[in-house]
């Protein structure tokens, strides 16, 4: 039985988040709080959070009856999670999202706190609970930015509960559907699918189907990204990244744990529907990307990467190659990374990508800090976007997948060729005037930014040693 | 002294990166200090020629292992490292393509538009070259071919004449795909190789010692051949070539024309011939005839052509094609004789297109029609011409001969009826550089010719005068040109010779063990620590 302390340390990040939120609603039901205290509550919880991350590198530690895990793989992602949070409060001051009270930051704080339960959890409706909580916090986000009602739609394919159906098939498929215990934990579920009987099987893909399918609309995967787009290129678009980044986020952490639950019946199949899901998420993604517009583009562009984050995990949970685990888990952590640091500098900056014709980047400067995010988050070679896909290639190799390395190939070439349009469209070869219309601030920002994604790419081996070291002292 | 001490040991460092930290120096000039980014410019490719040259000349390049060597790890965990080294075969590249930066940054337009981005854009791909002709890391090597249609791209961009999103597009797709048709044929390389010797390495040393197994050869070989056609522009793969010298966009076009395909040809020597033998040995006969289907193919058409830069197009698609088909022959004099003609290549052709882009400034037009009877308006500059062409016809004596020479008796050998396709694709050559020449300064004056007014032909000829120079030296004494090449080739032949034997004596060609999986391998880095 773990001990207060012990508990405090494992769940401290969730325990101060969810005492903002308390605070919060508190506050304001019985006084108006305003915009600016509801800010401040937000930053500080958030960064208690995030001190609170600490006690739980000191090792795992399963807490609340073994359903919700804490250990250095999930500091990970609670970590950027909180950063992304963290950065959309920093971000939207500037853009002046126009909304009263604590409207904004609440709804926030929710949606954070459900991406980082679902990267802690360990057991399949606490699961759904958690993606379910990021899922409304989004649409409350969204409905206060969008200052319309448009999100109905959003709203209501959200409310379909395919995890519910996809979960309870895939506990009946597998025999273990006792009510009264936590037979949902994912331990068990891996144990009964060792034995579980043939008859069960199609039930049992049926129910994982459901599941996944469940997932994807949860998360706006495409081609369930029937939202996602609509708001850019807006005033959302911000938080169009931050839900980008969040699930990118969740998804790695989600499907790492799932896919290893689900590896005693890897290889009945179910490795290569996954593969062609993932595919699929990145060639329609980047076909669907090089027809559209310029700021729809860029929303195809992000939802694309979906596609190697799903073969990253697939990657992980491989069976039989355990060896290569430490390989792929890097790569999946790495191309969180790919996305996250570029996607911190839109959240700081929005202007940058809001408007359809870029105006203020007219200086070469901020045109080449530009381009370098491009570049890393498509995985130009010599940026870390670059190697997060070397190592997802090198694992079809060594896997000998080839006709998933040719798809993902093609979806790579895809994704590149977005950014080269994307790259285009920002910084406009036609010979104009260069002068410099960004402020010093920012292009020094901008400046230093891009030299962090360069230097990480041309020395990635501290980056992925710190990585591996982490995923070492996991396995 | 320490300063000496530094610059020695790390004198390939800085040679790949000098040409890197004087783009970043002329990125920080302001945009109207015109004059002072040229002459920084002119000065940055002068001194990267110098240390090139430095460089080749403090190794001993005769010698049969790399010289120079820097090692430092990069990514432990799969092996990779940060590994330069130089031999005959890389200097003679390096020379070549710095060669032709200075000459693109040396003649571009006084009055041309983003001249600064251009030659930032000259200078990273000089970087990006440097950096494949150094590489001795496989996975290093193959990102930097990767890295080098970024550059080229917005080269393209800050250049063309017309259609410059298209061009630079189609110009990007065609590379990457081809470039990463190389990282992943790379990357087979590495985990076949892996596998066998049980360390996880992209060293070229150890890869080389260890052979590859001849099944997993195979593909892996076309794989890489197809990625390395497409750099090269070689038919069916052309469709960028054209269209980008049609455009002929000075000094971009120039320099991917006369130069950049020029390391797809390196790599071919330096990756595909040592490490895949046996897979060009069995697939020799097929290999010829692509190439020289290219050839052909390219020089009747180029025979046809209304538009002189159309033709120009297709003669790089002829000679590339005779490039690829002396490096298929896997023999010594067909070796040679592709890097010497690559080389003369890209010097003629180089000023070729100096020439025709001072012709389109005085007469905007590229085709044949509006042109004739330059030979009595400008006799000297005819003359200066007609030399440049009499050597792109392959006139013995000068540069285009010995090469061209070498890949014929380098065919004969080995099958008389490739020798005569080779001799018809030289004799189609000679018909198309004459007609280039032809059709432009002699017959009757045009209306368009009889109106322009042509000066400051002196001072271009006068700038041209050390490339011409070279080219007569080269010609007449090409032994010099090939002697710091003569060990690294010798070393693919006796690869090529020792696996042909194997194969005549009907012997099975001996495959490296397999270990029984992969996870016990041992990331390199870690081993070494």
């Given at each position: 039985?773990?001990?207060?302390?012990?508990?405090?340390?494992?769940?401290?990040?969730?325990?101060?988040?969810?005492?903002?939120?308390?605070?919060?609603?508190?506050?304001?039901?019985?006084?108006?709080v305003?915009?600016?205290?509801?800010?401040?509550?937000?930053?500080?919880?958030?960064?208690?959070?995030?001190?609170?991350?600490?006690?739980?590198?000191?090792?795992?530690?399963?807490?609340?009856?073994?359903?919700?895990?804490?250990?250095?793989?999930?500091?990970?992602?609670?970590?950027?999670m909180?950063?992304?949070?963290?950065?959309?409060?920093?971000g939207?001051?500037?853009t002046?999202?126009?909304?009263?009270?604590?409207?904004?930051?609440?709804?926030?704080?929710?949606?954070?706190?459900?991406?980082?339960?679902?990267?802690?959890?360990?057991?399949?409706?606490l699961?759904?609970?958690?993606?379910?909580?990021?899922?409304?916090?989004?649409?409350?986000?969204?409905?206060?930015?969008?200052?319309?009602?448009?999100?109905?739609?959003?709203?209501?394919?959200?409310?379909?509960?395919?995890?519910?159906?996809?979960?309870?098939?895939?506990?009946?498929?597998?025999?273990?559907?006792?009510?009264?215990?936590?037979?949902?934990?994912?331990?068990?579920?891996r144990?009964?699918?060792?034995?579980?009987?043939?008859?069960?099987?199609p039930?049992?893909?049926?129910?994982?189907?459901?599941l996944?399918?469940?997932?994807?609309?949860?998360?706006?995967?495409?081609?369930?990204?029937?939202?996602?787009?609509?708001?850019?290129?807006?005033?959302?678009?911000?938080?169009?990244?931050?839900?980008?980044?969040?699930?990118?986020?969740?998804?790695?952490?989600?499907?790492?744990?799932?896919?290893?639950?689900?590896?005693?019946?890897?290889?009945?199949?179910?490795?290569?529907?996954?593969?062609?899901?993932?595919?699929?998420?990145?060639?329609?993604?980047?076909?669907?990307?090089?027809?559209?517009?310029?700021?729809?583009?860029?929303?195809?562009?992000?939802?694309?990467?979906?596609?190697?984050?799903?073969?990253?995990?697939?990657?992980?949970?491989?069976?039989?190659?355990?060896g290569?685990r430490?390989?792929?888990?890097?790569?999946?952590?790495?191309m969180?990374?790919?996305?996250?640091?570029?996607?911190?500098?839109?959240l700081?900056?929005?202007?940058?990508?809001?408007?359809?014709?870029?105006?203020?980047e007219?200086?070469?400067?901020?045109?080449i800090?530009?381009?370098?995010?491009?570049?890393?988050?498509a995985?130009?070679?010599?940026?870390?976007?670059?190697?997060a896909?070397?190592?997802?290639?090198?694992?079809?190799?060594?896997?000998?997948?080839?006709?998933?390395f040719?798809?993902?190939f093609?979806g790579?070439?895809?994704?590149?060729?977005?950014?080269?349009?994307?790259?285009?469209?920002?910084?406009?070869?036609?010979?104009?005037?260069?002068?410099?219309h960004a402020?010093?601030?920012?292009?020094?920002?901008?400046?230093?930014?891009?030299?962090?994604?360069?230097?990480?790419?041309?020395?990635?081996?501290?980056?992925?040693?710190?990585?591996?070291?982490?995923?070492?002292?996991?396995? | 002294?320490?300063?000496?001490?530094?610059?020695?040991?790390?004198?390939?460092?800085?040679?790949?990166?000098?040409?890197?930290?004087?783009?970043?120096?002329?990125?920080?000039?302001?945009?109207?200090?015109?004059?002072?980014?040229?002459?920084?410019?002119?000065?940055?490719?002068?001194?990267?020629?110098?240390?090139?040259?430095?460089?080749?000349?403090?190794?001993?390049?005769?010698?049969?292992?790399?010289?120079l060597?820097?090692?430092?790890?990069?990514?432990?965990?799969?092996?990779?490292?940060?590994?330069?080294?130089?031999?005959?075969?890389?200097a003679?590249?390096?020379?070549?393509?710095?060669?032709?930066?200075?000459?693109?940054?040396?003649?571009?337009?006084?009055?041309?538009?983003?001249?600064?981005?251009?030659?930032?854009?000259?200078?990273?791909?000089?970087?990006?070259?440097?950096g494949v002709?150094?590489?001795?890391?496989?996975l290093?090597?193959?990102l930097?071919?990767?890295?080098?249609?970024?550059?080229?791209?917005?080269?393209?961009?800050?250049?063309a004449?017309?259609?410059?999103?298209?061009?630079?597009?189609?110009?990007?797709?065609?590379?990457?795909?081809g470039?990463?048709l190389?990282?992943?044929?790379?990357?087979?390389?590495?985990?076949?190789?892996?596998?066998?010797?049980?360390?996880?390495?992209?060293?070229?040393?150890?890869?080389?010692?260890?052979?590859?197994?001849?099944?997993?050869?195979?593909?892996?070989?076309?794989?890489?051949?197809?990625?390395?056609?497409?750099?090269?522009?070689?038919?069916?793969?052309?469709?960028?070539?054209?269209?980008?010298?049609?455009?002929?966009?000075?000094?971009?076009?120039?320099?991917?024309?006369?130069?950049?395909?020029?390391?797809?040809l390196?790599?071919?020597?330096?990756?595909?011939l040592?490490?895949?033998?046996?897979?060009?040995i069995?697939?020799?006969p097929?290999?010829m005839?692509?190439?020289?289907?290219?050839?052909?193919f390219?020089?009747?058409?180029?025979?046809?052509?209304?538009?002189?830069?159309?033709?120009?197009?297709?003669?790089?698609v002829?000679?590339?094609?005779l490039i690829?088909?002396?490096?298929?022959?896997?023999?010594?004099?067909?070796?040679?004789?592709?890097?010497?003609?690559?080389?003369?290549?890209?010097?003629?052709?180089?000023?070729?297109?100096?020439?025709?882009?001072?012709?389109?400034?005085?007469?905007?037009?590229?085709?044949?029609?509006?042109?004739?009877?330059?030979?009595?308006?400008?006799?000297?500059?005819?003359?200066g011409?007609?030399?440049?062409?009499?050597?792109?016809?392959?006139?013995?004596?000068?540069?285009?001969?010995?090469?061209?020479?070498?890949?014929?008796?380098?065919?004969?050998?080995?099958?008389?009826?490739?020798?005569?396709?080779?001799?018809?694709?030289?004799?189609?050559?000679?018909l198309y550089?004459?007609?280039?020449?032809?059709?432009?300064f002699?017959?009757?004056?045009s209306?368009?010719?009889?109106?322009?007014?042509?000066?400051?032909?002196?001072?271009?000829?006068?700038?041209?005068?050390?490339?011409?120079?070279?080219?007569?030296?080269?010609?007449?004494?090409?032994a010099?040109i090939?002697?710091?090449?003569?060990?690294?080739?010798?070393?693919?032949?006796?690869?090529?010779?020792?696996?042909?034997?194997?194969?005549?004596?009907?012997?099975?060609?001996?495959?490296?063990?397999?270990t029984?999986?992969?996870?016990?391998?041992?990331?390199t880095?870690?081993?070494?620590?």
């Open positions: 039985m773990m001990t207060g302390r012990g508990m405090f340390a494992a769940i401290g990040p969730e325990i101060c988040i969810g005492s903002a939120i308390l605070v919060l609603v508190f506050f304001e039901r019985f006084y108006r305003s915009r600016h205290w509801s800010r401040l509550t937000a930053l500080v919880s958030i960064l208690f959070a995030m001190i609170a991350l600490v006690p739980s590198l000191s090792g795992p530690a399963m807490v609340l009856e073994s359903v919700y895990i804490a250990d250095f793989y999930t500091v990970i992602f609670k970590f950027v909180l950063s992304v949070s963290l950065f959309l409060i920093i939207a001051r500037r002046q999202i126009q909304t009263e009270g604590s409207d904004f930051h609440l709804p926030l704080l929710f949606g954070t706190l459900g991406g980082m339960i679902s990267a802690g959890s360990s057991d399949l409706f699961l759904y609970l958690s993606v379910e909580l990021t899922a409304f916090s989004s649409i409350f986000m969204l409905m206060m930015l969008k200052n319309n009602l448009h999100s109905h739609r959003f709203f209501f394919f959200n409310l379909i509960g395919f995890q519910v159906i996809g979960s309870v098939c895939l506990l009946a498929g597998a025999g273990c559907l006792q009510i009264g215990a936590h037979e949902s934990h994912y331990s068990l579920i144990d009964a699918l060792r034995n579980v009987p043939t008859a069960a099987l039930v049992f893909f049926i129910g994982l189907l459901f996944l399918f469940g997932l994807i609309i949860k998360w706006n995967v495409i081609p369930a990204h029937y939202y996602s787009l609509r708001f850019l290129p807006d005033d959302a678009v911000q938080f169009f990244i931050w839900f980008f980044l969040m699930i990118s986020a969740s998804m790695t952490a989600i499907l790492g744990r799932l896919f290893a639950v689900l590896q005693p019946i890897l290889n009945l199949g179910l490795t290569d529907i996954i593969s062609t899901i993932s595919m699929a998420i990145l060639i329609a993604g980047g076909v669907a990307g090089i027809g559209s517009a310029s700021s729809r583009k860029f929303g195809y562009f992000l939802l694309a990467q979906h596609g190697f984050i799903v073969l990253a995990a697939l990657a992980d949970a491989s069976p039989g190659k355990a290569i430490i390989d792929s888990s890097t790569h999946g952590l790495l969180l990374a790919t996305l996250c640091i570029p996607g911190i500098y839109f700081l900056f929005p202007d940058r990508i809001q408007s359809q014709r870029i105006t203020t007219q200086s070469m400067t901020n045109q800090g530009i381009l370098v995010l491009l570049g890393t988050i995985g130009m070679p010599f940026t870390l976007g670059f190697h896909r070397l190592f997802t290639f090198r694992w079809l190799i060594l896997d000998r997948s080839t006709i998933t040719c798809f993902a093609l790579y070439l895809l994704i590149i060729m977005l950014s080269v349009q994307l790259s285009a469209h920002f910084s406009r070869f036609i010979p104009r005037n260069w002068s410099v402020i010093w601030a920012e292009r020094i920002g901008l400046c230093l930014f891009g030299s962090l994604l360069l230097g990480l790419g041309l020395i990635p081996a501290p980056l992925i040693r710190v990585f591996e070291s982490i995923l070492h002292r996991l396995v | 002294m320490q300063a000496s001490v530094f610059y020695a040991s790390n004198i390939l460092s800085i040679v790949l990166l000098f040409p890197l930290g004087s783009a970043c120096l002329i990125a920080l000039i302001p945009q109207n200090r015109r004059r002072f980014v040229s002459i920084s410019g002119v000065l940055a490719a002068l001194i990267s020629v110098g240390l090139a040259l430095h460089a080749a000349v403090s190794a001993n390049l005769a010698a049969p292992e790399m010289q060597v820097e090692k430092h790890h990069w990514i432990p965990s799969i092996g990779a490292q940060y590994a330069l080294g130089l031999d005959g075969l890389g003679l590249f390096m020379l070549i393509l710095d060669g032709i930066g200075l000459l693109s940054v040396l003649f571009m337009h006084r009055e041309a538009a983003r001249k600064k981005e251009t030659i930032i854009s000259i200078l990273v791909l000089m970087f990006a070259a440097h002709f150094l590489s001795i890391d496989l290093l090597l193959s930097f071919v990767c890295f080098g249609p970024i550059p080229a791209l917005f080269l393209i961009q800050f250049t004449r017309t259609r410059r999103s298209n061009l630079s597009m189609q110009f990007f797709i065609y590379n990457l795909i470039s990463l190389v990282v992943v044929g790379v990357l087979s390389i590495h985990v076949v190789v892996s596998r066998s010797i049980g360390v996880y390495t992209f060293d070229l040393t150890k890869i080389l010692l260890s052979g590859l197994p001849v099944g997993a050869q195979s593909w892996i070989f076309w794989l890489v051949l197809a990625g390395l056609s497409i750099r090269m522009g070689l038919f069916p793969f052309h469709g960028w070539v054209i269209d980008l010298a049609e455009d002929a966009a000075f000094p971009g076009s120039m320099f991917i024309l006369a130069g950049f395909n020029k390391i797809a390196f790599v071919m020597l330096r990756l595909m040592p490490i895949l033998p046996d897979a060009l069995q697939h020799t097929l290999l005839v692509f190439a020289l289907v290219s050839t052909v390219a020089a009747f058409t180029a025979v046809a052509q209304e538009n002189y830069n159309k033709l120009v197009g297709y003669s790089v002829h000679q590339m094609g690829a088909a002396g490096v298929f022959l896997a023999n010594k004099l067909g070796m040679l004789g592709s890097i010497s003609l690559a080389l003369s290549h890209a010097f003629v052709l180089a000023m070729i297109m100096i020439i025709l882009d001072y012709l389109y400034s005085r007469i905007p037009s590229v085709l044949f029609l509006e042109f004739g009877g330059l030979i009595r308006k400008i006799p000297l500059f005819s003359a011409f007609l030399i440049l062409v009499m050597t792109y016809a392959g006139l013995p004596g000068l540069t285009f001969f010995p090469g061209s020479f070498q890949i014929l008796l380098g065919s004969v050998t080995i099958n008389p009826v490739w020798a005569c396709i080779v001799l018809i694709g030289l004799f189609l050559g000679a550089s004459l007609q280039l020449f032809l059709r432009l002699a017959g009757s004056e209306s368009l010719v009889r109106k322009s007014a042509f000066s400051d032909t002196v001072a271009l000829w006068l700038k041209l005068a050390p490339f011409l120079l070279l080219i007569f030296a080269a010609g007449l004494s090409p010099r090939t002697n710091p090449i003569q060990t690294p080739i010798h070393k693919i032949e006796s690869v090529f010779q020792a696996r042909r034997m194997l194969m005549r004596s009907g012997q099975p060609t001996p495959a490296q063990p397999m029984p999986g992969v996870f016990r391998l041992k990331p880095g870690v081993d070494a620590r």
